[in-house]
């Protein structure tokens, strides 16, 4: 199986939402760098909407949300990956447009031309692009891993519940230590 660590959402206005002071940059920089110490691609998502946001509809109150408080426009400040777990040169990062890191984007062109089969989920919120990323790739057959404390959520208690007892039906969830210690070079 080969494997790819997504860093989801880790973006600047995100994290200066959600970052709680628990440690979590330094904790995620721990997993990028021990995945590239194993030769595990990084792969970085981000999410960015067009100007007047036309991919946002009415139903969707999450997304509607976000485009009336104007947010995560493509180029807008905030919208770049925090610099603590910034991507290096090489470093696919890639664009969606809604909470699952499948939905309109090339993720699914850029696993198929490296032979990636398996991912390693990580990022903010363990709600929302987490969720969506697990539910989807699960449906297509993906090998999947979870960093529990690789991910954080706004809500501590959805979060818990989450990692505890949903993901694992469909992923192995581990913590970054322990991720760690299945991918070091023996």
């Not at 991919?55 to 485009?67: D, P, S, W």
């Not at 984007?105 to 089969?117: E, F, K, N, T, W």
Request: hydrophobic letters at 45%.
């Amino acid at each position: 199986m080969s494997s790819a660590l997504l860093v989801m959402d880790v973006q600047q206005a995100i994290v200066d939402i959600v970052d709680d002071g628990s440690g979590y940059l330094p904790r995620l920089r721990r997993a990028i760098d021990g995945a590239r110490v194993a030769n595990i691609p990084v792969i970085y998502v981000v999410i960015a909407l067009r100007p007047g946001f036309p991919e946002v509809g009415t139903r969707n109150k999450a997304l509607a949300a976000i485009a009336q408080a104007g947010l995560f426009v493509e180029g807008a400040p905030g919208t770049e990956i925090h610099p603590d777990v910034a991507p290096r040169p090489g470093d696919v990062v890639v664009t969606k447009r809604r909470a699952s890191a499948f939905s309109g984007s090339d993720l699914d062109v850029v696993m198929r031309a490296r032979g990636i089969d398996s991912l390693v989920l990580t990022g903010i919120a363990t709600s929302a692009v987490v969720l969506s990323t697990l539910c989807q790739a699960n449906d297509l057959d993906i090998g999947l891993t979870v960093l529990s404390d690789g991910c954080l959520d706004t809500d501590p208690e959805v979060h818990r519940v989450l990692v505890e007892r949903l993901f694992p039906q469909w992923a192995d969830v581990l913590t970054v230590d322990d991720w760690l210690t299945t991918i070091a070079p023996q």
